[in-house]
């Protein structure tokens, strides 16, 4: 191991705290959430997928055009029907019932191919989109970053559900909005054949509804839909919690404050949604008298003339009926109020997750802050490396330079909280809040064992080879690995390789750690993290696997309390808190008395308290 300066710094403490974040608002029926639908919306239009997605939404609309044609043909018979009935004229009647059987004919399964077809295309426009933002999320692991700085909740969700409701509700308001377009223009010809004065009392009425339900109702019933989603999604987490932790909560009997916890967040949730209930309420009551006044209003409008015989009562069915379908199609903002509500809430919460995991919000964000640099590199080598953590101005390593060779082996120390498993982060490029450069071989020759090692669901096999999906070693090989990391039976007692077990509950932490050194032995890399990676084993066998890893060759960095792992090791990084560190020979080094620096002063290693917390 290489020094390049004096090893000995003294960093002060920067209490300044960040700004604290507004809270955000969901955005309203405006200008704002029509640019976030067409952010969301407009790659799966224009990218590689656009020619299905515009031949699709062609069919649909040649489908609409279909119906609205039917529909104002069955209007129309329906008021030949009344008519007939009227005049007691039976051959007209009939002729019309028989015409009526003929549209229908065509209409019924035309509007059952039609919402076919639309549910479809949701379903395509689904998979598209999800697939997108899991490349994002999953790349360049967002999903971690997302997680430590807390910049939005519940990504989860956002993925599973909002991605969802925003593909096929977008369908739905897409073609119900085209569909009513058709609708006006189709019905509000039969309409203004029969009465101009008709015409003129629909554009006022269906005008002052729409201006009521957008400034009565509009952003209030937003806010609250968005808020419901998010309260929504927290409480759920909660549950997701208690089951994913149940063993220490049981262990702790932290059942109480679990409950209270759980408690305060369905607090919300149901006081959130108390409030959009009465605001809703009000909204069914205005929606109710809107539509149901249209029952009444055009036979007050006709009855003079259908009364004094210049019209005929099936002239005025027919009216009704192309008044009521005009109004809905003029009134569509009124009537699906509701559900537009939670749409644009959702388009939100999609429109943030998109900012921060998608390629094209990345590269025009500005980062302000700065960052560790990294570059390629054959060996792993910090230069000045400055660490803050995520969303702090706290300093845990100031101007750290050290050098690692093929061979050498890194031990870390420190007080808990001082900033050791930072450090890993910062190496692992999971963190890069601060300055100075990071030289490094490429990720794939790294491999890291955490203290709770992550076992996936699937076979032993796969469990072994992870994070890999294939291995080219043979069974013979994989069975002698496991009995290198002294689990000699443990394919035999699961049912072989290929066996399928909750290996969580199944194996001890102990057997899970040295499971995790199995994988390191199947994909043999050049440097190995190991985080409290021994903190469940037994002397004997911590030796054991330290001494294979380093038989192996290769660079080892180490976090670890015990005395016992220290001959494994060539140097200490032993991390003093606010910034300052050490770097010693590990011959030279005791966890509790004095020790010598490889450069500058000696300095008295602080004892380090044998916890199986991680700094």
């Known amino acids: 191991m290489k020094t390049p300066i004096p090893a000995t710094v003294d960093a002060a403490r920067d209490d300044t705290s960040p700004a604290p974040q507004k809270k955000r608002r969901a955005?309203?029926?405006?200008?704002?959430?029509?640019?976030?639908?067409?952010n969301v919306a407009k790659p799966y239009w224009l990218g590689s997928d656009r020619k299905k997605a515009w031949s699709l939404l062609l069919l649909l609309i040649v489908l609409m055009l279909v119906e609205t044609k039917l529909a104002v043909m069955l209007n129309n018979q329906t008021g030949e029907m009344t008519s007939a009935l009227a005049s007691r004229n039976a051959d007209r009647f009939w002729t019309s019932v028989r015409a009526c059987l003929m549209v229908l004919a065509f209409a019924v399964p035309t509007y059952a191919f039609y919402y076919f077809m639309r549910d479809q295309f949701a379903n395509q426009w689904r998979r598209w989109l999800t697939g997108r933002f899991l490349d994002g999320y999953l790349g360049g692991r967002k999903y971690y970053q997302l997680g430590a700085d807390s910049e939005i909740d519940n990504p989860d969700q956002r993925i599973s559900e909002d991605i969802n409701t925003f593909t096929g509700r977008s369908i739905h308001f897409l073609l119900i909005f085209l569909g009513s377009i058709m609708q006006l223009v189709a019905f509000s010809a039969v309409l203004w054949s029969i009465s101009h004065l008709l015409v003129g009392v629909l554009a006022v009425y269906a005008l002052v509804g729409t201006v009521v339900a957008l400034v009565v109702f509009g952003n209030p019933l937003i806010h609250l839909n968005f808020w419901q989603l998010r309260r929504e999604a927290d409480f759920r987490f909660s549950l997701m919690r208690l089951r994913e932790n149940a063993e220490s909560i049981a262990f702790y009997r932290g059942e109480a404050q679990e409950r209270a916890h759980i408690d305060s967040r369905f607090d919300k949730v149901f006081r959130n949604f108390a409030k959009l209930i009465r605001k809703q309420c009000s909204l069914n009551l205005f929606q109710r008298t809107f539509s149901q006044l249209t029952l009444v209003l055009p036979f007050m409008i006709l009855a003079g003339g259908v009364l004094s015989g210049e019209l005929e009562v099936g002239r005025a069915v027919q009216a009704a009926g192309a008044f009521t379908a005009v109004l809905s199609a003029v009134g569509v903002i009124v009537d699906n109020f509701e559900s537009l509500s939670r749409f644009v809430a959702g388009i939100d919460r999609l429109q943030a997750l998109s900012r921060l995991v998608l390629p094209e919000a990345q590269q025009t964000a500005a980062r302000t802050e700065a960052r560790i640099q990294t570059r390629d590199g054959e060996h792993l080598a910090l230069e000045a490396v400055t660490l803050h953590p995520p969303g702090s101005e706290r300093v845990l390593v100031k101007d750290l330079n050290l050098v690692l060779t093929p061979g050498d082996a890194l031990l870390i120390t420190g007080e808990s909280g001082c900033g050791k498993s930072s450090l890993l982060r910062a190496i692992a490029g999971l963190w890069d809040r601060g300055s100075g450069v990071i030289q490094r071989p490429p990720l794939e020759e790294f491999f890291f064992l955490p203290q709770q090692p992550y076992l996936q669901s699937g076979t032993l096999r796969s469990q072994l080879v992870y994070p890999s999906t294939h291995c080219e070693l043979d069974d013979e090989t994989l069975l002698d690995i496991l009995d290198q990391?002294?689990?000699?039976?443990?394919?035999?007692?699961?049912?072989?390789?290929?066996?399928?077990q909750d290996w969580e509950k199944l194996l001890s932490v102990g057997e899970q750690q040295?499971?995790?050194?199995?994988?390191?032995?199947?994909?043999?890399?050049?440097?190995?993290?190991?985080?409290?990676?021994?903190?469940?084993?037994?002397?004997?066998?911590?030796?054991?696997?330290?001494?294979?890893?380093?038989?192996?060759?290769?660079?080892?960095?180490?976090?670890?309390?015990?005395a016992a792992v220290l001959r494994h090791h060539t140097h200490v990084l032993s991390l003093k808190g606010e910034g300052a560190w050490e770097l010693i020979e590990?011959?030279?080094?005791?966890?509790?008395?004095?020790?010598?620096?490889?450069?500058?002063?000696?300095?008295?290693?602080?004892?380090?308290?044998?916890v199986a917390a991680v700094g």
């Open 586 to 610: 590990a011959g030279s080094f005791q966890f509790d008395g004095p020790v010598a620096v490889v450069k500058g002063g000696p300095q008295p290693a602080r004892p380090v308290p044998k």
């Open 485 to 500: 990391v002294h689990l000699p039976r443990l394919a035999e007692r699961v049912g072989g390789l290929d066996a399928v």
């Open 514 to 562: 040295r499971l995790a050194f199995a994988r390191v032995l199947v994909h043999r890399p050049k440097i190995v993290i190991l985080d409290e990676a021994t903190s469940a084993l037994d002397s004997g066998n911590e030796a054991s696997l330290y001494a294979r890893l380093r038989d192996g060759g290769a660079t080892l960095i180490s976090i670890a309390h015990r």
């Open 27 to 38: 955005a309203g029926l405006s200008l704002t959430a029509w640019k976030q639908f067409i």
